[in-house]
């Protein structure tokens, strides 16, 4: 009797496990995971300098290297049509292979054991490593979407805000495991992510259970467990800064923040239970439901028949907003070259500031130690606006009504006081700069694929998430290096012949003083007002969409999938 009853709850406690294991919970805890160490295109200020002196680079060319790591992490149409045909742990694997080569050959590159690249080689080699960002992305966050659509805002949210805080976090385990080479930082970023990406492989897939009510409820669990997480990161770097850490002290860190990190697995456990003992009380209850009648699979068959039309004919005829566009009616839509344009001119000045702090804090004579600090503490500042922005714009949409881009208009006037703080070196105001650009850089990402999702559908999410991402690498070019690298690089150059000097080949380009971006920074200001206007065209097209019930539909296809699985269970009884 004992030995049955033990064998009863060793084979409840391995169903579970499995239950746990295969479910759309244990999937986005994953996801979690995988996003908190791929990051490494956010970390390209902590290593930039390293390529620049080892290589000789001056600024305009590590801008262009900038520019092609922005290419790489934000061309992902590719990623997004293999993920249309192909489940998702196939552009995972692709996205792992991806980000060691790339980031492999860069360490070679910068610890000299190759020959001194060309630059167009750097250029490919960090195209492809940051190109590996557009698979994970895909293929985990895309997934996690499709898998919780009805808070896709939140999810949006937590899970970007992962991806910011990773660059925090990855700089915790560089500390811990070299101490303070910044050369092994770029080995880190090579086999940590992909390691990561490759041991999640098979738990990423898509899930057909059933929306819950309580699933915003868990979300925001989630996002409580973030915040500790943040905080926890943003105390330590600052401690770090002001006190010297020996090895010991740094393994005691990072030690707690992977509990932290792990600390979600708990509400994982907690919900999967919950679902656990609803199923066992539904076997030992009463009697199965009885069967309904099912006439979905006609309509179904309707629809398909009535979307045998030429994607030609059809590119200029787009359906309602919120049903599933065609990927060439998304494109070439209104609505998407308005999102793409003001977000161009959102992300591209931002990212002039992520990708240049380092350079810009010795431009405006600010010291080596400050520098580190608001450059490291960049992370928290984009992890909080992708969260904040998840809280607050799915209130606005869900309680208020109000369109959900009048948040990146609110983004991108706020990004101007950070950009006029730089361009009129006011005294210690990088710091508040840094703030400020990091929120919006960090709030900018999940409203824009939050948008794209709602505006024109889920059926080719996968590939529209990446052509809204097509945005960020056009914008960096255009103001990071055509702007603020070129007038940069003017200055210096100016100071130098001012001194009677003259750039020796391969020599590093440096420029002191507010002048170095001065110009630069008022032409972004100008791009970034300009981009709200933009957006604001944009909340007056949508305003009456998000006045409706915008996911109604996604209630009603639950609604139809309990009413198949009660059709399949009167069918076996």
């Not at 931002?350 to 400050?370: C, E």
Request: with cysteine; glycine share 8%.
């Amino acid at each position: 009797m004992a030995v049955s009853a033990a064998s009863s709850v060793g084979l409840n406690l391995k169903a579970f496990s499995l239950q746990v294991l295969n479910g759309r919970w244990f999937m986005v805890f994953s996801s979690f995971l995988i996003m908190s160490v791929y990051g490494a295109s956010y970390m390209f200020s902590l290593y930039s300098r390293e390529i620049k002196s080892v290589l000789g680079y001056d600024q305009s060319t590590l801008n262009l290297l900038s520019f092609f790591k922005d290419l790489g992490s934000n061309i992902g149409i590719l990623s997004g049509l293999i993920n249309e045909v192909s489940p998702p742990w196939v552009i995972l694997a692709i996205g792992g292979a991806l980000n060691f080569f790339g980031y492999f050959m860069i360490w070679l590159a910068v610890t000299r054991k190759i020959a001194k690249p060309q630059v167009w080689s750097m250029c490919l080699y960090i195209f492809i490593g940051a190109n590996s960002h557009c698979s994970i992305n895909t293929g985990a966050l895309v997934t996690s979407v499709k898998n919780f659509p009805g808070v896709r805002g939140i999810v949006l949210g937590i899970l970007n805000g992962y991806l910011g805080l990773s660059a925090a976090i990855i700089t915790q385990f560089y500390y811990t495991f070299y101490g303070n080479d910044t050369k092994s930082l770029i080995l880190l970023m090579a086999w940590l992510p992909s390691a990561t990406a490759f041991v999640f492989l098979p738990v990423i897939r898509h899930h057909k259970g059933l929306q819950q009510p309580n699933d915003s409820k868990v979300f925001y669990k989630f996002l409580y467990m973030t915040l500790v997480l943040a905080g926890f990161l943003m105390i330590v770097i600052i401690v770090q800064k002001c006190f010297k850490f020996t090895q010991s002290e740094y393994y005691v860190t990072t030690t707690i923040m992977l509990i932290l990190l792990i600390l979600p697995l708990a509400a994982v456990i907690i919900e999967e239970h919950r679902i656990w003992k609803t199923k066992q009380e539904e076997i030992n209850g009463g009697d199965p439901p009885k069967p309904l009648k099912i006439t979905t699979e006609k309509s179904n068959q309707e629809n398909s028949s009535a979307e045998q039309v030429s994607c030609c004919t059809s590119m200029f005829n787009p359906p309602n907003r919120g049903e599933d566009y065609t990927i060439l009616q998304a494109i070439f839509s209104i609505d998407m070259l308005l999102l793409l344009l003001s977000t161009i001119c959102g992300l591209g000045g931002n990212l002039a500031v992520v990708n240049n702090l380092s350079q810009i804090g010795i431009a405006l004579g600010y010291p080596s130690h400050s520098i580190l600090t608001f450059a490291s503490l960049l992370a928290i500042w984009i992890y909080l606006g992708t969260v904040a922005q998840g809280v607050v714009s799915e209130f606005l949409v869900t309680k208020l009504k109000l369109p959900r881009p009048l948040m990146i208009t609110t983004i991108l006037l706020l990004s101007c006081v950070g950009h006029l703080l730089i361009a009129f070196n006011v005294p210690n105001g990088l710091y508040a700069a840094s703030i400020i650009i990091g929120i919006c850089f960090g709030a900018n990402w999940p409203l824009l694929f939050s948008i794209i999702s709602e505006l024109f559908g889920l059926k080719y999410y996968s590939t529209l998430y990446n052509v809204g991402s097509v945005a960020s690498p056009i914008g960096s070019y255009l103001l990071g290096v055509r702007v603020a690298g070129h007038l940069y690089d003017r200055e210096a150059i100016k100071q130098m012949a001012a001194l009677g000097l003259k750039r020796k080949p391969g020599e590093e380009l440096n420029c002191n003083g507010g002048e170095c971006y001065r110009l630069a920074f008022f032409i972004i200001t100008a791009a970034s007002m300009f981009g709200a206007l933009v957006s604001l065209i944009l909340v007056f097209r949508t305003r009456n969409f998000y006045r409706s019930d915008i996911y109604r539909k996604f209630r009603e296809d639950d609604r139809a999938a309990e009413t198949s699985i009660a059709v399949a269970n009167g069918s076996l009884a």
